[in-house]
């Protein structure tokens, strides 16, 4: 058996057809890690097909499946959400990062992140990509730029100890802002 390595467009292809592949036929292997990995796929699928109701869609099904996940307490929005903003901030999609970088935050807890590994991280991995949605061109002045800041600066104030000293950086920059 062999698994090739496909070059883009192909390799995106393919990986839409494994995973479809997975989840019907092994619908409870890696745990859900396949079903975050296709909610990820079906985004950045219509991102690069430039379909923004395709887009659209997956924003509402991945809003749906996070809302259902979320009642697994090992589980975190950023396993999804981390692709989608990286996804829409790589397109330029300004208006759609800032709104899931606000859906993400407003689904993320600072409670017990010392002890709890997938509040850790996905407070690091929110504020890495707040951080750089304000980075980009636009991103401070932009509208939604208030409410990821705020955003932010709420989740920060449980989680500061945790968060590297870039991290650190940016919330300060923030504050400052």
């Known amino acids: 058996m062999t698994d090739p390595l496909f070059d883009e467009p192909w390799s995106h292809q393919a990986e839409g057809v494994e995973l479809q592949w997975i989840l019907t036929n092994d619908p409870g292997r890696g ?24 887009m659209a869609a997956a924003r509402a099904r991945a809003r749906r499946y996070v809302a259902e996940r979320m009642a697994d307490t090992w589980w975190s929005p950023g396993n999804v959400f981390f692709s989608f903003v990286w996804t829409a901030l790589a397109a330029g999609d300004l208006d759609g990062a800032a709104d899931d970088l606000v859906y993400w935050l407003s689904r993320s807890s600072s ?45 920060a104030e449980g989680s500061y100890q945790i968060l590297n000293p870039q991290q650190q950086a940016a919330v300060l920059a923030m504050a400052r802002a």
Not at 33 to 53: I, S, V
Not at 121 to 144: E, K, W, Y
């Open 111 to 155: 409670e017990d992140v010392e002890n709890d590994n997938a509040r850790r991280t996905n407070c690091r991995q929110v504020i890495d990509l707040a951080s750089r949605f304000m980075a980009t061109p636009g991103g401070t002045a932009h509208p939604g730029g208030v409410q990821v800041r705020q955003g932010c600066l709420k989740l």
């Open 31 to 54: 745990g859900g890690f396949y079903r975050d990995q296709w909610e990820t796929w079906q985004f950045k699928d219509a991102t690069l097909r430039g379909d923004r109701p395709g």
